[in-house]
């Protein structure tokens, strides 16, 4: 071929004044492509330094050129299209590609387009072409109800409750990551795919091949594992909207304490400080936080604060914050994005900026400002609350941050800003790692990133939801994933379906990854420095339900040796505690329909009830295993579908045959 230039780790090809580059990357295929030249200071997810399965092969013809890595080939043809397929043991008969670049029309465009905007920006367009039949899982979080996503149409972009990780992985043995935090969309469609960067500099994705299991590895390989889960996260943790006030949160804990029940985390939420932005405590509302914090670690109790990312006009750090340029600011200059309220602001609403989690001083500023009015307290513990970042209106397409242009790079945002509280925790010593982050982007969970799926509805459509962005979030590559048991919006105590609801998706919490109540309950308020919502503790919705959530809690902590164990796996090869069941019997096609039910660890089968009345939910147990009910003994062939009964004191739970359950107490 022409214009081929060929080295040990794979080829870059040239037509025109296109360039494009395949290498090996890990267990997969790098390929990047643009107009003169490759960049390499293009922010992305991948890491520099991963380790090679095995030396990749490269081998030119008079019109292809061929890539082998691991069990994977790409053949670039002679016309610029490229092609993926497996190879060796695991390649299909007839071999076929599983992934192959198809142009839009014969003429122009190609597979690949990169229509001008201004100063070597462009609309990048990247096609693939369609399979019938073919499946799509991961992509993130999103409200869309979805397990498989083929047919939908997914924004790249942030908002709360939608986590944007361009990552899918496909019913054809392929991981596929769109290796670029710029804003876009993909597109699932019947007649093709295609993804979309509405302003870049390059195309970049990443390629692997193999069953979910192996392809979450070789993903989490090159984009970063989860740290060691910290010893405390597995046990309960207790928030609401909000405990205002050092008396009021200590009441919880002892109050908790007095009755003998297990609490791993208490919560402080946002509006604790003297300023948004100051990130210190307000000494009228919590006045002795060493003696607080103290305290509650004689309960065996830590404390998590909330800590946005937003400084308020009114903050001490807002002058030396603008004057030293650590604020997001827009294509004009301002860095004020967001109108709120806060303590001393009389009347109306004052203005917020974000920090620039892409801007490594920035980053070192928050996190002095956080070591002094926190850390140095004991506090260890961060909830990152609002770091898509949420601005209003949510034109990202205005700001310019450090790493460049907000329509490039702005999906960087949450996960630079888990980076600030991960580096920070590591030059203090710290080795317990974890923030609670409503957003993230593809390589967070290498900072100790949990998620958690934003402000949900309080219903059971929403509980129905959960479980399938949770799911998705697993193929992801995300194994620290939660919710705000109950939901976060609204929620009467002394409504019937809300006390069932509290039961059911307790049940569920119990078996997550983190297990934690939290949410806006009645009477809600505006949200603001005066906030103080309903209760929602554990003794909040009558006695019935409070025995049963009694229970739950002490299973919890009967399962959080087992949940370290899989947490251990989660570490060290990738593979998500709660993830679905196609990961683990991906021979059975039924498996690959099925989004009502998980497997929890290596063990487990998890079905939660997510109908208001239901005491019975159909179940499908994997074919090639038998499964016993964990509370009644019964055992049960695999490869079927089952009714079972879920009286409201439990949700159906199998393990597998000959599996160790002496956790399970019914």
Not at 121 to 137: D, L, N, P, S, V
Request: glycine share 10%.
């Amino acid at each position: 071929m022409d214009n081929l230039t060929v080295s040990a780790t794979g080829f870059e090809w040239r037509s025109g004044h296109e360039v494009l580059r395949a290498e090996a990357w890990g267990n997969g295929v790098r390929v990047r492509a643009g107009l003169g030249r490759i960049l390499d200071d293009v922010p992305h997810a991948l890491l520099d330094d991963v380790p090679k399965a095995s030396a990749p092969a490269v081998v030119a013809a008079d019109d292809s050129v061929t890539l082998r890595v691991a069990d994977l080939s790409v053949v670039l043809s002679a016309d610029g299209r490229l092609s993926f397929s497996r190879i060796g043991a695991a390649a299909p008969t007839p071999a076929e590609p599983f992934l192959a670049e198809q142009p839009a029309h014969f003429w122009w465009p190609g597979p690949r387009l990169f229509a001008a905007t201004a100063n070597g920006y462009h609309r990048i367009e990247q096609r693939f072409r369609a399979w019938e039949g073919e499946r799509f899982y991961g992509l993130g979080q999103h409200t869309h109800g979805l397990f498989d996503q083929k047919g939908a149409v997914i924004d790249l972009l942030h908002r709360n409750g939608e986590v944007s990780i361009p990552f899918v992985i496909s019913s054809r043995g392929y991981g596929f990551l769109w290796n670029s935090p710029a804003l876009g969309r993909v597109e699932l469609a019947s007649n093709g795919t295609r993804w979309v960067a509405d302003s870049a500099r390059q195309i970049d994705y990443w390629v692997t091949a193999g069953e979910p299991a192996t392809v979450l590895e070789h993903y989490t390989e090159v984009t970063g594992r989860p740290p060691v889960f910290p010893s405390w996260a597995s046990g309960f943790w207790q928030s609401k909207l909000r405990y205002q006030t050092q008396e009021q949160l200590l009441g919880v804990a002892r109050e908790h304490h007095r009755r003998g029940l297990p609490m791993s985390v208490i919560v402080i939420d946002f509006f604790h400080g003297t300023h948004v932005g100051d990130y210190r405590f307000d000494p009228a509302e919590w006045p002795d936080p060493r003696g607080m914090v103290d305290e509650l670690a004689g309960m065996g109790v830590e404390v998590m604060v909330s800590v946005w990312p937003t400084v308020t006009a009114v903050s001490r750090n807002f002058p030396v914050m603008a004057e030293k340029g650590l604020f997001v600011r827009n294509e004009r200059g301002a860095p004020v994005h967001v109108d709120a309220g806060d303590k001393g602001v009389v009347e109306g609403r004052t203005f917020m900026a974000y920090y620039d989690s892409t801007n490594p001083a920035a980053r070192e500023f928050i996190w002095e400002q956080v070591q002094r009015g926190y850390h140095d307290h004991g506090i260890s513990i961060w909830w990152l609350d609002a770091g898509e970042p949420e601005i209003r209106p949510l034109a990202v397409d205005n700001l310019l941050f450090h790493a460049g242009p907000g329509l490039e790079v702005a999906n960087l945002y949450p996960r630079e800003n888990a980076r600030t509280f991960w580096e920070g925790m590591r030059a203090a010593g710290e080795t317990e790692i974890l923030t609670l982050n409503r957003s993230a982007w593809a390589g967070s969970q290498r900072y100790g990133a949990a998620v958690w799926s934003g402000d949900i509805k309080a219903d059971f459509e929403s509980l129905a939801q959960q479980i399938r962005a949770g799911l998705n979030m697993a193929l992801s590559g995300f194994s620290w994933w939660t919710t705000d048991i109950g939901g976060f919006h609204g929620g009467d105590p002394e409504d019937p379906e809300f006390r069932e609801l509290m039961i059911r998706w307790f049940q569920f919490g119990v078996f997550c990854p983190i297990t934690r109540l939290h949410g806006d309950r009645e009477p809600r308020q505006r949200p603001g420095p005066l906030t103080n919502s309903g209760p929602n503790e554990v003794w909040s919705f009558g006695d019935e339900v409070y025995e049963e959530l009694r229970r739950q809690l002490f299973l919890r902590e009967r399962l959080r040796g087992y949940i370290h164990d899989q947490m251990a796996v989660a570490s060290e090869r990738g593979l998500p505690p709660m993830r679905p069941l196609l990961v683990d019997h991906p021979h059975d096609p039924e498996v690959w329909t099925v989004d009502d039910q998980y497997t929890f660890g290596s063990d487990l089968i998890v079905a939660p009830v997510l109908e208001y009345g239901a005491r019975s939910r159909q179940v499908y147990l994997p074919a090639g295993e038998r499964w016993r009910h964990v509370w009644t003994g019964t055992t049960y062939e695999g490869g079927r579908r089952y009714d079972v009964e879920a009286p409201l004191s439990s949700i159906p739970v199998f393990a597998r045959d000959g599996a160790e359950t002496g956790w399970a107490v019914p």
